[in-house]
């Protein structure tokens, strides 16, 4: 009888920690096929794309992250922030990002990024994103992409 309610406990704390994490899935897939259904051309997708995300500023949760389904547009693409929990593929964070201020004219519903900096070649090949500015109310996250081929570092030149 002393085991049980430890167990039902946990049982619950984890159910309740999933269940948050699908209100955020939802909202976050949402995003991506309001993005995939707009009028950007999309080139390539590629999925579990290892990634390490650092931020600085306010706190985001979202923003923490170690897998990546990664979407190349015409000019932008779409950093999707994923939690996998065998096999299921849980979404945490869609950044659309680009510096075509065309792009945010013609698609005022969608929430673009602006880009502060970008290495293809950054230190171990990988490719280093940045954007946002730490302050107060705002997060600085900078973005490592590993193990992309030329290819994928080509199409994410699109500026």
């Known amino acids: 009888m002393q085991v ?16 948050l994490r699908n209100e955020n899935h939802k909202d976050v897939k949402d995003t991506i096929d309001k993005i995939l ?7 390539k997708t590629i999925d579990y794309v290892k990634c390490e995300v650092f ?3 306010a706190r985001n949760p979202n923003y923490k992250f170690r897998l ?6 015409e000019n ?8 996998k929990l065998g ?4 979404y945490k964070t869609a950044i659309l990002l680009s510096n075509n201020f065309e792009l945010k004219q013609d698609n005022p519903d969608i929430k673009i990024t602006a880009l502060r900096n970008i290495n293809l070649h950054s230190f ?18 900078e973005i490592r992409l590993k193990n992309l081929t030329e290819e994928y570092e080509n199409l994410i030149q699109f500026n």
């Open 87 to 90: 096999n299921f593929k849980f």
């Open 68 to 73: 990546a389904d990664l979407y190349f547009f």
């Open 124 to 141: 171990n090949e990988d490719v280093y994103i940045e954007f946002g500015y730490s302050k107060f109310n705002d997060t600085n996250v």
């Open 4 to 19: 049980i309610f430890p167990v039902l406990f946990f049982i619950f704390f984890l159910g309740l920690i999933l269940l």
């Open 55 to 57: 931020t600085n500023g």
């Open 76 to 83: 932008s693409f779409l950093v999707v922030g994923i939690f």
């Open 37 to 43: 259904h707009s009028q950007l051309k999309l080139n």
